[in-house]
């Protein structure tokens, strides 16, 4: 009997401390996707944010199917809601409220960017060194973006106590490189609510911008050019 009370245990350990994937979308009153919506787990520390149609997917460890969880879901514009739900396979379907006479708050450009200047060759001679560059130029693009001082003071002006979403272009390094660099920075001077995401943007976003609302700041690196 001591043996059987002893397996009982381990078998109920053993399902406590399963992982599980939580799936959902977010959508308004008319099904269209909401992109870039926050979700978090309340008293959980898992949280993501949206892709263009919509999706999301949380991890959560210690957990198993049945237990109920807490999700805060918001996005500027939109009424924040709260949902209680099972853990389960199934995906969980999410309605914001668009809110009435809502008006954007301005976006400030993290830096002013000057019109760009045409490309100049540059010439390169290999003196004749074996395996070296042999052609007559080499066009040199554009260059990977600096976190220089006025970008640093307009970071540092932000509260550290408000969260922070970086958002690089999925699949360009030198965009997801500057944020990069971005959350170094800000984790460096003791910003802790700091997440760095990739995703796909409609229209594409050129350049950097950071805009705030009710749930934070949101820090967007686009393409270069």
């Known amino acids: 009997m001591r043996y059987l009370v002893i397996i009982l245990l381990l078998t109920r350990s053993a399902v406590y ?21 926050t979700v ?4 959980k520390n898992s949280t993501n944010t949206t892709d263009e149609l919509g999706r999301f997917v949380l991890s959560l460890n210690d957990i198993k199917q049945g237990d109920i969880i807490t999700l805060k879901i918001s996005k500027e514009g939109y009424k924040t809601a709260i949902l209680h739900s099972p853990v389960s396979p199934l995906s969980i379907p999410i309605k914001l409220l668009r809110l009435k006479n809502f008006k ?6 993290l830096e002013p960017k000057p019109d760009a200047a045409p490309i100049q060759p540059t010439y390169v001679t290999s003196f004749g060194q074996n395996g070296g560059i042999t052609a007559a130029q080499v066009t040199i693009g554009p260059q990977p973006r600096v976190l ?17 979403q970086i958002l690089s272009v999925m699949n360009n390094a030198e965009s997801y490189g500057f944020a990069d660099q971005i959350e ?5 001077n003791g910003y802790k ?7 796909v943007w409609t229209p594409p ?19 270069l050019q």
């Open 193 to 199: 609510k700091v997440t760095n995401y990739q995703g």
């Open 148 to 164: 220089n001082l006025t970008i640093q003071n307009q970071l540092l002006s932000l509260n550290k106590d408000e969260k922070i």
């Open 184 to 188: 170094k920075f800000l984790k460096s």
């Open 40 to 43: 978090d787990v309340i008293g």
């Open 104 to 109: 954007a708050l301005p976006v400030t450009p």
């Open 17 to 37: 401390a399963q992982n599980a994937k939580i799936t959902g979308q977010v959508t308004d009153t008319k099904n269209n996707p909401i992109t870039y919506a």
């Open 205 to 223: 976003t050129i350049g950097q911008t950071m805009t705030k609302d009710t749930s934070g700041t949101i820090i967007r690196i686009g393409a």
